[in-house]
C-alpha cells in the first residue's frame, strides 16, 4: 500500500482510491512487461534493476522515456534521478506523484 | 553577477569553447561543458546535423542529470551552432571532433588556427592520430594538443591527454583548466599512433570481432566472458557499437598504417557491418540491435 502522504494523495477520497490503487497496478504491469520485453529476463517489483550493474546508464533513460510517453508525465528537475528507476515500485511511485500533481489519476 | 558565489581558480564564465564536428563525440563534448555551465559555439559544415544537435544534447544532459554527474545548482550554458569557423575568433579554446581522418583534421586545425588568437588551444580528439603530425598543419603547432574524451564524454571521468613533441607548456596548462572546469580527470601520456587506450582497446575488439567471424562465439557471449571473467564494464563489443563501428574501422586502419601491427588491419567482420550500415547504436544496429531505443 502507499504510505506516503503527500498532499493529493490525501485529498482522495475514499471512493476514488479505489480506481487510483487500480491505475496503480496497470502502471506496475506496464513496467514490469517493459522490462521484461527489453532485458529478455523477469523482475519482481522491489529488484534494484541497476544493482548487479547489468544495466546501462542509456537503459536508465530508456525507462524514463517510456515513463514519460505512455503515461503523459515529464520527469523533469530533481526528479530525474537514478534512484527514482532502480525498482519498478519506486518508477510506479513516481508516475502516480507526477500524474497526481499534474491534477488527475491518470486514467 | 555580484551575488555569485566566488569560486576557485578555474571559473566556468571564464571559458568559451568552439567544437568543430556535430558528429557522436562533438556532441557529447559539447553536452559535457554546456551541463558544467560552459557557453559553446558548435560548428558543422552540414546544417542537418547542427539541426539533430540540439535535441540531442538535451537528451544527453539529461542522461547526465540522471546519473548524477552534472554539479548540482549549475545553469546550463548557452549554446551556439554554425556552419563555418567565421565566429571563432574570441573563443578560449577550440576542441576539434571531426572524422577521423588525417587529412580532414589538419585542414581544419589549419583554417581555424588562423582564426583565433595565438595561445588558444587547439585540442584535436583524435582516438589514433598521432598529434605531431596535425601540429605540423596549424601555424602555431605548440598551440595543438590531443585529448581522447570517451563515449560518452559526460559520463566518464577521465580523459587521456596527449603532449605532442611541440606542444606548449603554456598549452598544456590552458587545456588542463579547461578539463578542471569540466570536471575531468586528465592522464597526460607521450604522442604515439593510438596513445594508450586506442592502442590498447582498438586491436582488442578487433580481436573480439574476428572470434565471432569464425565462428567460435556469439558477440552476446564475447562480452558475457570479457565482463563476467575479466572485469571490461560494458564487453568489447558493446564498446564497439558505442564507438560506432565506421570510426573504430578509421581508426584501426590509422594503426595499422602507423605501427605495421597486423592485429590492427580491421577484420571483415567490421568492414562487412560499416558496408551495410550497421554503425552500433547511432545507426540503430551493430552488434546488437537498438532499434527500440531509436
Not at chain 1, 5 to 15: E, L, M, V
Not at chain 2, 35 to 63: N, S, Y
Not at chain 2, 67 to 92: C, N
Not at chain 2, 189 to 195: L, N, S
Request: glycine share 10%.
Amino acid at each position: 500500500m502507499d504510505t506516503h502522504t503527500q498532499g493529493q494523495t490525501t485529498t482522495r477520497t475514499a471512493s476514488t482510491v479505489h480506481t487510483a490503487d487500480q491505475a496503480e497496478k496497470d502502471v506496475q504491469k506496464d513496467i514490469l512487461r517493459f522490462l521484461q520485453t527489453r532485458t529478455k529476463r523477469t523482475w519482481q517489483p522491489e529488484t534494484d534493476i541497476f544493482a548487479s550493474g547489468g544495466q546501462s546508464s542509456l537503459f536508465a533513460m530508456e525507462l524514463v522515456v517510456h515513463l514519460e510517453k505512455s503515461f503523459g508525465v515529464a520527469i523533469r528537475g530533481k526528479d530525474l534521478r537514478l534512484d527514482n528507476f532502480r525498482t519498478v515500485v519506486s518508477m510506479t511511485e513516481l508516475v502516480h506523484r507526477l500524474q497526481a500533481a499534474a491534477g488527475g489519476t491518470g486514467d | 553577477m555580484p551575488a555569485e558565489p566566488p569560486q576557485e581558480s578555474h571559473p566556468s564564465h571564464a571559458h568559451r569553447i568552439a567544437v568543430l564536428g556535430a558528429g557522436v563525440m562533438g556532441v557529447g563534448i559539447t553536452a559535457l561543458a554546456l551541463g558544467h555551465g560552459l557557453p559553446v559555439l558548435l560548428i558543422d559544415t552540414d546544417q542537418d546535423k547542427l539541426d539533430r544537435a540540439g535535441d540531442a544534447i538535451d537528451h544527453e544532459l539529461r542522461i547526465a542529470q540522471l546519473m548524477g554527474t552534472l554539479p548540482p545548482d549549475v545553469r546550463t550554458g548557452p549554446l551556439e551552432t554554425a556552419t563555418t569557423t567565421g565566429g571563432i575568433g574570441g573563443v578560449t579554446a577550440v576542441i576539434e571532433a571531426i572524422t577521423e581522418d588525417t587529412g580532414l583534421k589538419a585542414k581544419a586545425l589549419a583554417e581555424v588556427s588562423a582564426r583565433v588568437l595565438p595561445g588558444t588551444p587547439l585540442i584535436s580528439n583524435t582516438s589514433s592520430i598521432p598529434i605531431d603530425e596535425l601540429a605540423g598543419c596549424a601555424e602555431r603547432p605548440e598551440d595543438v594538443i590531443g585529448t581522447h574524451f570517451m563515449n560518452p564524454p559526460y559520463l566518464i571521468p577521465t580523459v587521456e591527454v596527449i603532449q605532442g613533441a611541440r606542444t606548449a607548456a603554456a598549452t598544456m596548462a590552458a587545456a588542463g583548466e579547461l578539463l578542471t572546469a569540466l570536471d575531468r580527470r586528465q592522464v597526460v601520456v607521450r604522442d604515439a599512433p593510438g596513445f594508450v587506450t586506442s592502442r590498447v582497446l582498438h586491436p582488442m575488439i578487433n580481436d573480439a570481432a574476428r572470434v565471432v567471424q569464425e565462428g567460435t562465439a556469439t558477440a552476446e557471449a564475447v562480452d558475457a566472458l570479457m565482463e563476467g571473467c575479466l572485469g571490461h564494464p560494458t564487453g568489447p563489443l558493446r564498446t564497439a557499437d558505442l564507438i560506432g563501428i565506421d570510426n573504430l574501422v578509421d581508426s584501426l586502419r590509422v594503426l595499422h598504417q602507423h605501427t605495421g601491427d597486423d592485429g590492427c588491419r580491421p577484420c571483415d567482420l567490421l568492414l562487412d557491418k560499416v558496408r551495410r550500415g550497421e554503425l552500433g547504436r547511432k545507426s540503430g544496429r551493430g552488434f546488437y540491435d537498438y532499434q527500440e531505443e531509436n
